[in-house]
């Protein structure tokens, strides 16, 4: 399995930012997927995930600001970032669990300046 995760970069406290992670080596529509995230000096946390049936999860701290999508035909996973904070500064990655084994992206840098 194969995540490649893109969209990170450096926006200003308000704005938005778009992640997209592109699946390759699995069937995708068999696994939920998700978003997590590791600031410096901190814990990787699960930011959001969705089910196969697309239901979706947020941590707390993204509730209303943060939506994750998934395209089964295009094997891909997004999360649309709005009205982002200093405190979502970190690498983003994207991830599944495929036959008892999780599986990671390369990680992407969210910045956001104040």
């Known amino acids: 399995v194969q995540l490649q995760a893109s969209g990170g970069g450096l926006v200003q406290a308000g704005g938005s930012l778009r992640l997209s992670c592109a699946a390759s080596g699995t069937n995708f529509r068999l696994y939920n997927m998700g978003w997590y995230r590791q600031a410096p000096g901190k814990q990787r946390e699960l930011v959001a995930d969705?089910?196969?049936?697309?239901?979706?999860r947020y941590v707390a701290s993204v509730e209303g600001r943060f939506a994750i999508s998934r395209d089964n035909v295009r094997r891909t996973v997004d999360l649309q970032m709005n009205d982002l904070r200093p405190e979502d500064t970190a690498v983003y990655y994207c991830?599944?669990?495929?036959?008892?084994?999780?599986?990671w992206g390369q990680g992407t840098q969210v910045t956001v300046s104040s």
């Open positions: 969705i089910s196969t049936s697309h239901d979706k």
């Open positions: 991830s599944t669990n495929c036959s008892g084994r999780t599986f």
